[in-house]
Structure formats: structure tokens, C-alpha cells
């Protein structure tokens, strides 16, 4: 029990300065539900452009369209809300009101078609978190907090820095013994991260004796919470020092309460999960040398972008296994390949993969580009932009990173545009092979990837009328269209198309952009 109080004091000294946002003493349920909902957009935002949803079976069949029975929103009184919330099994209390309402809206009315996306990976990651939590004796519906914390997005990053699926800042990282450097974050690790966030929860419970409270504290810390408490004359519930907290932690726990119902009784509100191409099994192989993950990919014949997914603690692609042993995660069936291989996979190609400098400069700044030095082993290639070409596309056609592409161009953010000369750097040894590329038609430079050559179409083109349209690509989003655009925005063409926040959009549609003029 001494040991206990000891690390108590500690958590409360440590954290006393800790916070995610700043305190206000105004509320106003809508500002609280917007603030919240911008935090759940940004993480979507990513969490729908990671490999395993892009190329889910209904977006890469075009089949985004439900029938209409599933179209329907049900509208229900607060009454069914109570009921419900009431027939949860549940150690955590789940208090209705008319800001839990609020945010049980938000998921099932406004935000329908992403928590379809985070409905698809719950068979994923929930036994996972339902394991830990059950390890550690915790309630199993904390297995909620993440869909909260990163809507199930292990590379999501909050404007305060914090990281991945439990969101951790730093400085708790570091407390709960997760490694971050250079090359790993295991903040982005489903695994560890979980295992960290349950030995956080059980010691911010062990403080408060109250998981709404414990809940509060594990959004904007022990500090805030205590002076809430004092605050509010020394009152210990949640709903009592309500008012007291700082604004974004007052929707912490209402959108948790939210999340747990829309989570619990989807089907009722006709959601239907998405298939994701996310593997609900994989291997674990522990890796003790130095490894990349283009490695693996090439001599497995596996997407990269599928490894960086179930692999997202690596930040720049490298294993660093040169001083111990670390894990690489595969999809059930590629162990034994990988064991049959193992040999060629660590040779293929490592002294370009494997470079100090490029471990230690990764990657090569837009400054030495500039002055005309080539990445070690590499040659500099140019390639024109044409009408409909994304970074993202370029970066597969090369065989590169997007981030690569900006570094080397000195590119800020998705910008490019017709005509535009970038710069690309490959292996020295096939410059004639990629030189190509720049001579190719769109289906045709799919085709060396392997994707199917039925985007063949310009996807801009301007109509008789007025407007400049956009026919929809397989794996497109309405926020992947708007960056090709500069000065529109997803919600301009949601508004010029009369597109709902739960309307899909699918291969061959045609979308209207903006004036032509």
C-alpha cells in the first residue's frame, strides 16, 4: 500500500502540469461537440487514406452505394438513449444527458461512414485491447477509449503532439517505458502503447477511485483534474466538476459515454462495418539484425504500404535489431516465407537500404538536392506532372516514399501541378527504366504497379457548362480530390454536389469542382 501512495504523488507531481488544451470556464454544448468533432475529423482524415482502407473490397469495387433501407437514418427520443445506455454491462457509469446526446449524433447521424471504417477494424484491434485490459483486471469497455482518442488510428497526432491509437504525450510515453527515438515510436504500436495506456488507467483509478474522473484525467491530467476538484468545493464526481474542467476534457467523457452506445447498438442505427483489407491475423517474427521494410516488401511480394500498417512504430521503414531483437508483424501465411527467405531478405539490396547516411539523414534534404548531390548509390530522374497526378501515384510509379518527393522538391504539403518538373532520385542501375515513365499513359504506368488499368481516364475535365468536374477514381475521398485543388476544400464540393457528411462516393462518378473561370 506505501508503494502505491508513493507512485500516486508522483503521478499527481508529475503531471500537474500536463494538459491537452486550455482551461476555459465558459461551456457551451454545441462549441464542446464542434471542438471534439474537429479532433475526430483530423484523426479520419488519415485513419481513411491508410493502405488497408483505401483498398477495402467496397471502395476498390466501387460498390460505396447501400441499399436504401441502409440509407435510412433512424431518429430516436432520449428515452430509447436511457434504456440502452441503462443495458450496457458496464463498471463505468454511463450518464445520459443532453451533451451525451449531442455526441451520439455525432456518431451515428453525422458521422456515418467513419465509424463504418472504425466498425471494420474493431475485429482487429478490440480482442487485442480486450486482452490487455483483462490482464491488468481493467473494464473491458475501455476498449472504447480509442475510438475517442484516434478513431483506431495508431499514426493519428493531436495538435498538442499527441501520438497514436491511446494518444500518448511524450513525457507519459517515457513514464510508461515506451520507447521513442529516431527510427521507432512505440506509441504507434498497438500493442505496447495498450499495455501502457492499462498501466495508466489502473494507476489514475487507483488515485480517484472514480473512472469518469480517472477518464478526465487520462485526457487532460491528474493536475487539471485536482484543481477541478478544488475548485468545485472539493466535490469528487465527474458531472459536479464538470464546469470546472478544461473545454475539450468536458466532451472527453460524454463522447466516450457516445462511442460505447454507437459502438454497442451500430445496427440499430443501420451502420454497416466495412470489410477493410486490414489482416485480422498476423505473425510475429523477432528480427535481430538491422532490416527494412522494402526489404520484406519486394522480396515477399507484399504492398509496403500493408506492412507500414501492421508495422507503424517503425517511422522511417528500418528495424533496428543491431543491439537487440525487435518484432515484425506479418499477415498469417507469410511467416513461413518469410523464414524460407530470410537469407534474401536481408541482402536484398541493403547496402542502399542499410546506409548510414540514409539511416542518419532519411532522407535527403531539399538543400543538398539543390546543390546536386544524389542519395548514395541513386540517380537523379525528372518527371513531368500531368492533369490528375497525386504525389501519392508518382511515389508508387518511382517506387519512393511521398514524404521523399517532398523533401527532394522542397514540396509543403499534396501541391502539384500540370507541367511541373520534379526531381526523383533511383537506383542508379535502372535510370532507363524509370526515365520511361514520364512517356506513359496513366493506365500504363498503373499497369508496372499491378493496379488495374480501368482509371485509365483523365479524371479532370472541363464540362460545357460552367464547372470544372472530377470523375472519381477507385480508392478516392472527397478530401484526397480537394487537395488536387487549390483553395477547395472537401466541404465545397459536399456543398456544390449536395453531398450529405454520410454520402459515398464511387469510381465513374462525376463531381463538380469549382467555376471554370
Known amino acids: 500500500m506505501k508503494s502505491i501512495s508513493v507512485l500516486i504523488v508522483i503521478l499527481v507531481l508529475s503531471f500537474d502540469g500536463y494538459s491537452r488544451q486550455a482551461p476555459d470556464s465558459t461551456v457551451n454544448p454545441s462549441t464542446i461537440s464542434d471542438q471534439v468533432n474537429l479532433n475526430f475529423e483530423n484523426n479520419l482524415d488519415s485513419l481513411l487514406n491508410l493502405w488497408f482502407v483505401r483498398n477495402a473490397p467496397l471502395y476498390s469495387l466501387g460498390l460505396l452505394e447501400r441499399d436504401t433501407a441502409n440509407k435510412v437514418v433512424p431518429v430516436f427520443p432520449d428515452s430509447v438513449y436511457i434504456e440502452r445506455l441503462g443495458n450496457i454491462i458496464s463498471v463505468i457509469d454511463m450518464t445520459f444527458n443532453p451533451i451525451v446526446r449531442n455526441f451520439i449524433h455525432v456518431y451515428t447521424r453525422n458521422r456515418r461512414e467513419q465509424v463504418e471504417v472504425m466498425l471494420g477494424l474493431t475485429d482487429y484491434y478490440f480482442p487485442l485491447f480486450e486482452?490487455?485490459?483483462?490482464?491488468?483486471?481493467?473494464?473491458?469497455?475501455?476498449?472504447?477509449?480509442?475510438?475517442?482518442?484516434?478513431?483506431?488510428?495508431?499514426?493519428?497526432?493531436?495538435r498538442a503532439g499527441a501520438t497514436g491509437i491511446w494518444q500518448f504525450m511524450f513525457g507519459t510515453a517515457r513514464m510508461y517505458d515506451l520507447e521513442m527515438n529516431s527510427l521507432v515510436d512505440q506509441r504507434r504500436d498497438p500493442l505496447a502503447s495498450t499495455h501502457a495506456a492499462a498501466r495508466f488507467l489502473r494507476d489514475l483509478y487507483n488515485i480517484y477511485d472514480c473512472w469518469t474522473l480517472a477518464l478526465a484525467a487520462y485526457n487532460c491530467g491528474p493536475g487539471n483534474v485536482n484543481r477541478a476538484i478544488r475548485r468545485a468545493g472539493g466535490s469528487r464526481t465527474y458531472w459536479e466538476i464538470y464546469y470546472h474542467l478544461p473545454r475539450e476534457t468536458r466532451g472527453y467523457v460524454p463522447a466516450f459515454i457516445a462511442a460505447t452506445y454507437?459502438?454497442?447498438?451500430?445496427?440499430?442505427?443501420?451502420?454497416?462495418?466495412?470489410?477493410t483489407e486490414f489482416p485480422l491475423f498476423t505473425d510475429t517474427i523477432m528480427i535481430d539484425r538491422e532490416m527494412h521494410l522494402m526489404q520484406v516488401a519486394e522480396v515477399l511480394d507484399l504492398p509496403v504500404e500493408k506492412l507500414r500498417d501492421i508495422n507503424p512504430q517503425y517511422r522511417?521503414?528500418?528495424?533496428?535489431?543491431?543491439?537487440?531483437?525487435?518484432?515484425?508483424r506479418l499477415p498469417v501465411g507469410y511467416t513461413s516465407k518469410f523464414i524460407d527467405h530470410q537469407d534474401s531478405i536481408f541482402n536484398y539490396m541493403a547496402d542502399h537500404y542499410l546506409n548510414r547516411a540514409n539511416l542518419t539523414v532519411s532522407p535527403v534534404t531539399a538543400a543538398t538536392v539543390n546543390a546536386g548531390t544524389p542519395p548514395a548509390g541513386r540517380t537523379a530522374v525528372n518527371y513531368s506532372v500531368k492533369q490528375g497526378d497525386n504525389l501519392g501515384y508518382i511515389a508508387g510509379w518511382f517506387n519512393v516514399?511521398?514524404?521523399?518527393l517532398r523533401n527532394w522538391n522542397n514540396i509543403r504539403g499534396n501541391i502539384i501541378r500540370p507541367g511541373q518538373r520534379l526531381v526523383v532520385f533511383v537506383p542508379s542501375g535502372q535510370t532507363d527504366y524509370y526515365n520511361e515513365v514520364n512517356t506513359?499513359?496513366?493506365?500504363?504506368?498503373?499497369?508496372?504497379?499491378?493496379?488495374?488499368a480501368s482509371v485509365n481516364q483523365p479524371p479532370v475535365t472541363v464540362a460545357s457548362g460552367d464547372y470544372l468536374y472530377y470523375t472519381v477514381r477507385q480508392g478516392d475521398t472527397l478530401w484526397d480530390i480537394a487537395r488536387q485543388f487549390p483553395g477547395v476544400s472537401d466541404s465545397d464540393i459536399r456543398r456544390l454536389n449536395q453531398l450529405t457528411n454520410s454520402s459515398r462516393i464511387y469510381p465513374g462518378q462525376r463531381l463538380r469542382i469549382k467555376p471554370s473561370s
Open 440 to 452: 506513359l499513359s496513366f493506365a500504363a504506368k498503373q499497369a508496372r504497379r499491378g493496379r488495374a
Open 316 to 328: 522511417r521503414d528500418i528495424i533496428p535489431a543491431h543491439t537487440r531483437p525487435y518484432a515484425l
Open 131 to 158: 486482452e490487455v485490459l483483462d490482464y491488468y483486471d481493467l473494464p473491458l469497455e475501455l476498449r472504447y477509449l480509442p475510438v475517442v482518442e484516434s478513431a483506431l488510428n495508431p499514426r493519428a497526432v493531436s
Open 401 to 404: 516514399r511521398v514524404q521523399d
Open 262 to 275: 454507437a459502438m454497442t447498438y451500430y445496427r440499430e442505427h443501420n451502420l454497416v462495418p466495412v470489410a
